[in-house]
């Protein structure tokens, strides 16, 4: 077994939200320095942030991506639901709508905390921020990188700000991890340095999320912490109801292919009660809301292919929505990012040579999974455009009956639920034990 390398050297990170969070865990047990760059004020409590307007929305945290993070931070459940934050089987506590029917409830073993966003984020950050050689700059935008002579390597950042009167200054680094987002201008930048850019695949969904929180009481939804409900063909509205920390319910009424819910409240009890779910309706009728309704549009997933690359410079790293975004009612980017992250710990544990073609490689080995589901999903709709080949339009078939089966077969259902919680792969819903059960209910 090789010995851990010692910390040396220094990284930076532009972005300071989940993903340049999770991306400055693994970075600080091989760098000696670690300095987060975050253009917002970073919040001293759960709180929301400019720079992450999803904050106001559902996050919900998937089976396998709550793992990876109680991996990365021992004891981050606990603290979640030392917040107050309800912890709850899946199967047995929440309600789940595909094709209009609501899967068979049964105790699953699959756990999920049910937290709001600014704080699972709030807890990342408290944990990376103790981190000895953990830095952050907050209020500081990165402008730039700055390159070698003969721009085989990133050397740092250009930035400016970061501190009263502090102007614009360049940080060097050994390593520069690009967590800025879906927005991330790093196609331009290697386009700009020579290298070209990555090669882009999109699934243009045209999704919309109204979103607002109310106040919890015991009798809603019978004690259950949710429902979600997706969009079909045919049906283009969706949503998700989660409970939250501080006796709260998230409510998200979603529209996909430009369905958009309203805002005011008498539309949003006539858009909710289209629903096959009727706690939609339910809970914004009857509970008390908590601040405005928020809305959020979210045009297209989009996956960078930068491990196709040919060539790519030294010491620079994109990592989690910056390399892949995802349709947010998958509730993957999360857990994505942590595995990048828990990657990224066992490559550098290794060793920090041809880094970028190793980590790329990975995580492309990760995110084919979500994206698979991603599109398998979203194509079912016949107005999103994209690839069908035969395979895929057989395998949508037979989830379609799968689905029908699950309505009345609860192991169906927790087969399902450990796939779209990333546990197992969509493939192991072809195991004939199961393909005989689907055959037996349709
Ligand atoms: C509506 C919506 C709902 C979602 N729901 C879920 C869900 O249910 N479950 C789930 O797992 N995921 C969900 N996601 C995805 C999740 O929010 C992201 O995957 C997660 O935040 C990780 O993203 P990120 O850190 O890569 O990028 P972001 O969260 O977009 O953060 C980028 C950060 O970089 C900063 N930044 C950008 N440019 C610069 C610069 N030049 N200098 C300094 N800082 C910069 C920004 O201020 C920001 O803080 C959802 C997303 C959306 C849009």
């Given amino acids: 077994?090789?010995?851990?390398?010692?910390?040396?050297?220094?990284?930076?990170?532009?972005?300071?939200?989940?993903?340049?969070?999770?991306?400055?865990?693994?970075?600080?047990?091989?760098?000696?320095?670690?300095?987060?760059?975050?253009?917002?004020?970073?919040?001293?409590?759960?709180?929301?942030?400019?720079?992450?307007?999803?904050?106001?929305?559902?996050?919900?945290?998937?089976?396998?991506?709550?793992?990876?993070?109680?991996?990365?931070?021992?004891?981050?459940?606990?603290?979640l639901v030392a917040a107050s934050a309800p912890l709850a089987d899946l199967q047995a506590d929440m309600h789940w709508y595909f094709d209009g029917r609501p899967l068979a409830p049964t105790r699953s073993g699959l756990v999920g905390v049910a937290a709001s966003r600014p704080l699972i984020e709030?807890?990342?950050?408290?944990?990376?921020?103790?981190?000895?050689?953990?830095?952050?700059?907050?209020?500081?935008?990165?402008?730039?990188?700055?390159?070698?002579?003969d721009r085989s390597a990133v050397t740092g950042v250009r930035l400016l700000g970061g501190g009263e009167g502090a102007g614009e200054r360049v940080i060097e680094a050994d390593l520069v991890v690009d967590a800025s987002g879906r927005g991330s201008r790093s196609p331009v930048r290697l386009e700009q340095w020579g290298y070209g850019r990555p090669r882009e695949d999109r699934v243009h969904i045209g999704c919309t999320y109204m979103t607002q929180m109310y106040r919890r009481e015991p009798h809603h939804l019978d004690g259950r912490i949710g429902t979600v409900c997706s969009s079909y063909p045919g049906q283009p509205r969706g949503g998700i109801i989660l409970a939250q920390e501080h006796d709260r319910f998230i409510v998200t009424l979603a529209g996909v292919l430009g369905e958009e819910a309203p805002s005011d409240r008498a539309g949003m009890i006539a858009y909710a009660e289209t629903y096959a779910a009727p706690e939609f309706a339910e809970v914004i009728r009857t509970a008390k809301p908590l601040g405005e309704p928020v809305q959020l549009r979210y045009p297209a997933s989009v996956r960078r292919r930068y491990e196709d690359m040919a060539a790519f410079p030294e010491g620079?790293?994109?990592?989690?929505?910056?390399?892949?975004?995802?349709?947010?009612?998958?509730?993957?980017?999360?857990?994505?990012?942590?595995?990048?992250?828990?990657?990224?710990?066992?490559?550098?544990?290794?060793?920090?040579?041809?880094?970028?073609?190793?980590?790329?490689?990975g995580a492309a080995e990760l995110v084919d999974t979500p994206w698979a589901l991603v599109l398998g999903g979203d194509l079912r709709h016949p107005q999103v455009e994209g690839a069908r080949?035969?395979?895929?339009?057989?395998?949508?078939?037979?989830?379609?009956?799968?689905?029908?089966?699950?309505?009345?077969?609860?192991?169906?259902?927790?087969?399902?639920?450990?796939?779209?919680?990333?546990?197992?792969?969509?493939?192991?819903?072809?195991?004939?034990?199961?393909?005989?059960?689907?055959?037996?209910?349709?």
């Fill in 389 to 442: 080949t035969a395979q895929s339009q057989s395998f949508a078939e037979y989830m379609t009956r799968y689905w029908s089966a699950a309505h009345h077969d609860a192991l169906l259902g927790t087969a399902l639920l450990r796939v779209t919680n990333l546990l197992d792969e969509p493939a192991s819903l072809l195991a004939p034990d199961l393909v005989d059960r689907v055959t037996a209910h349709c």
């Fill in 122 to 149: 709030y807890v990342v950050r408290s944990r990376v921020a103790a981190i000895p050689g953990v830095t952050f700059i907050d209020r500081c935008p990165g402008l730039d990188l700055t390159t070698s002579p």
């Fill in 316 to 361: 620079f790293l994109v990592v989690a929505d910056a390399l892949c975004s995802f349709n947010p009612l998958y509730g993957q980017g999360i857990t994505v990012a942590a595995l990048e992250a828990v990657l990224l710990t066992d490559l550098l544990a290794e060793s920090r040579d041809d880094l970028w073609r190793r980590f790329f490689r």
């Fill in 1 to 79: 077994m090789n010995a851990t390398p010692t910390p040396r050297g220094h990284a930076v990170v532009i972005g300071a939200s989940l993903g340049g969070l999770l991306a400055a865990r693994p970075l600080s047990e091989s760098f000696e320095r670690v300095t987060l760059i975050e253009r917002d004020e970073l919040p001293a409590a759960p709180d929301h942030r400019r720079g992450a307007p999803q904050d106001h929305h559902t996050h919900g945290l998937l089976a396998r991506g709550r793992h990876a993070l109680d991996q990365l931070f021992p004891g981050f459940t606990d603290e």
